[in-house]
């Protein structure tokens, strides 16, 4: 960790009072906070614990993200870690702030909305110089997160929305990559961001989405269709099937009219627009290769990078060549090893899947 980062934790570890002391220690580690998918009780601040105090500075910029923005993410974080919630909690408490304030403490916005989280006095979130102390919006953010159904199995997008009821609903999708990647520099976590719900087969693989599988691979309709698209909703989580290495990150969208970058920021065309959006491939140990298309934001991993079976490694989103949501998903297999990413070695997801002993579907 850096200075920054250590000092940060130092503010964090003595600025609160923990009632499971361990805790601390695998947040500071980059041990894997609950991955634990067990329902989380709706948490209150305990009565004999005193509130938690934002954390003082400075702190790194993180991307586009400012010191003073990452240490309103420092505090969203510390108030987390005080109740006891899972780092998921964080991830979407984050999220939600980026969307709604850009990460700043705003005191104006839409009507009488506040605060981090914009959240309104006049809809009962507290009064507005409640709203305008960041350690209160998240706890009251928290509060009622925790009282969602499966909120930690739910896309990041709709857990949000459950507490906030935006008129946007899907825009805090695009800003899960960036909640990790802060929660991540801050804490040197790696484990127990992603939603739950992975599966792991006794081969090493699982499911890169939990979803019906729509249009097939290499349908009479479809004959160059060389995957297969699975129907979830945009802002879903997209897992690595299996252990690899990253070997393509691309923005691959085209706009048919003038063979131009149509660009992977926003959603595509099934008419205008040619190509998978922003894509990965992960080279597997045997000569396989899987692909992921069509996702909503650059995705959250690097070429060259390793990755662990069930990493998310971006969202679910449209863009490219897509009609709407939906991940498009590939595999590849040789026999020499040679990790062939061509439409000559790919093969049904589908029969590979269930081979595997992680078969698609819901």
């Known amino acids: 960790m850096t200075g920054r980062v250590l000092a940060f934790a ?5 600025g609160i ?37 934002a954390p003082s500075g400075p702190f790194p910029a993180v991307g586009q ?6 240490g309103n993410a420092a505090t969203i974080i510390s108030v987390g870690v005080q109740r006891q919630l899972p780092a998921r909690a964080w991830v979407i408490a984050i999220a939600t702030a980026m969307q709604e304030s850009s990460l700043r403490n705003l005191s104006g916005g839409d009507r009488d909305s506040v605060g981090l989280f914009q959240q309104r006095p006049s809809q009962g979130w507290g009064t507005a110089e409640q709203l305008m102390d960041p350690v209160y919006a998240a706890g009251k953010f928290y509060d009622k997160l925790v009282t969602i159904p499966n909120w930690q199995t739910l896309p990041l997008t709709e857990a949000a929305q459950a507490v906030q009821i935006s008129a946007l609903p899907d ?3 695009r800003w899960e990559p960036d909640a990790v990647t802060i929660v ?3 804490t040197g976590l790696t484990g127990g961001l992603a939603a739950c719900g992975i599966t792991i087969s006794p081969e090493g693989w699982t499911q890169p989405v939990k979803a019906k599988p729509g249009s097939g691979f290499r349908t009479a309709d479809r004959p160059t269709h060389d995957g297969v698209d699975l129907m979830a909703n945009r ?13 393509t990150v691309r923005c691959n969208a085209t706009d048919i009219r003038t063979g131009q970058p149509w660009g992977c920021d926003r959603d595509g065309d099934p008419d205008l627009t040619r190509g998978c ?3 990965v491939d992960i080279e597997h140990p045997g000569g396989v290769v899987t692909r992921y298309c069509h996702m909503l934001t650059h995705p959250m991993v690097t070429e060259g990078q390793p990755v662990a079976i069930g990493q998310v490694i971006g969202v679910v989103g449209t863009s490219g060549h897509s009609s709407g ?3 498009h998903y590939e595999v590849h297999l040789t026999t020499d090893g040679s990790h062939d990413h061509s439409s000559a070695s790919a093969k049904d997801p589908v029969w590979w899947q269930a081979a595997v002993g992680a078969p698609l579907g819901a």
């Open 10 to 14: 130092a503010a964090l570890v003595c």
């Open 17 to 53: 009072v923990l009632a499971c002391a361990g805790l601390a220690g695998v947040v500071f580690t980059g041990g894997s906070a609950s991955a634990n998918c067990a329902p989380v009780q709706p948490a209150s601040q305990p009565a004999s614990q005193p509130p938690p105090s």
């Open 65 to 70: 993200w400012e010191s003073a923005q990452v």
């Open 171 to 173: 825009a805090y999708a």
């Open 184 to 186: 991540q520099t801050l």
């Open 235 to 247: 802002g879903t989580p997209i897992h690595a099937a299996s252990a690899g290495t990253v070997s």
């Open 277 to 279: 959006g922003w894509y």
């Open 325 to 327: 949501p939906h991940l």
